[in-house]
């Protein structure tokens, strides 16, 4: 199989990582090939956060949804959704005056302008992963990064148009670490032609099977089936609705609010 396949098809979410801290080689190939990743207009509507401080890594591993491995990982990374770069260079060209002269209004970014930002955040955070993995460098995503959204504003002194859409912990696999890959929904469910197919819909039990699989009638939960546990532990849990909370109120900095 082709290297790069092989690479893609064998990566799993590492939560366990070596002691041994990412070598300085590799930790510039991945940050270099992040920023080879595509991107909308080559904007490059993202910026990136090497997150060294310890303290800091601490807080994390607590206002991420309480996740000590946050703090073990040798590396880790923020992907900003980043429209403050443009904005500020747009005014050091005094695009308002500009604008004025044409008759047009000078606009701040906009939610679409966010939309773009976070597809080319998590883009080059993809590209990261796969680097890391053809080095011997596993990683897991935190979405978890974009909760608490006053406090990693403070602590990150990310601008108000910078938004925390994925974090990725990294770091070597242990000796003798075995992989264990967790399942997908098959294809057919997934890749549609031409139009969208709910095909799901004629046989849920199939469609989830590989989830049906952890449902545990002695939940905590109370839940008679997986769907109730699934949306117990997850969608309706409080880190969700933390999540809900923290992005909406970033929200309100991307308004499509036009700048006098």
Request: contains cysteine; proline residues 3%.
């Amino acid at each position: 199989m082709n290297n790069a396949i092989d690479v893609i098809m064998n990566r799993i979410s590492l939560r366990k990582y070596d002691e041994r801290p990412i070598s300085k080689e590799h930790a510039d190939i991945i940050l270099e090939c992040a920023m080879r990743a595509p991107t909308a207009g080559n904007m490059m509507l993202y910026s990136i956060i090497n997150v060294e401080d310890q303290n800091k890594k601490e807080i994390l591993s607590k206002t991420c949804d309480d996740q000590p491995f946050i703090a073990d990982a040798p590396l880790v990374l923020i992907f900003l959704a980043d429209y403050q770069r443009w904005y500020d260079y747009y005014v050091n060209s005094d695009v308002h005056s500009y604008c004025k002269s044409k008759g047009i209004d000078f606009e701040g970014p906009s939610e679409a302008n966010l939309l773009l930002a976070l597809c080319d955040a998590i883009i080059a955070a993809q590209n990261a992963v796969i680097a890391g993995e053809a080095l011997g460098i596993g990683s897991c995503y935190i979405g978890d990064i974009m909760e608490n959204y006053e406090t990693h504003k403070e602590l990150l002194n990310l601008p108000k148009w910078a938004f925390p859409v994925g974090m990725l912990c990294m770091g070597y696999y242990p000796e003798g670490y075995t992989r264990v890959k967790r399942g997908r929904f098959d294809k057919k469910y997934i890749v549609h032609t031409d139009n969208y197919s709910d095909l799901y819909k004629e046989n849920f039990k199939e469609t989830f099977a590989d989830i049906e699989k952890r449902f545990n009638a002695e939940n905590k939960y109370g839940a008679d089936n997986m769907g109730q546990l699934h949306y117990a532990f997850k969608t309706g849990a409080d880190f969700s609705k933390e999540m809900a909370r923290s992005v909406k109120e970033a929200l309100k900095n991307w308004s499509s609010e036009k700048i006098k």
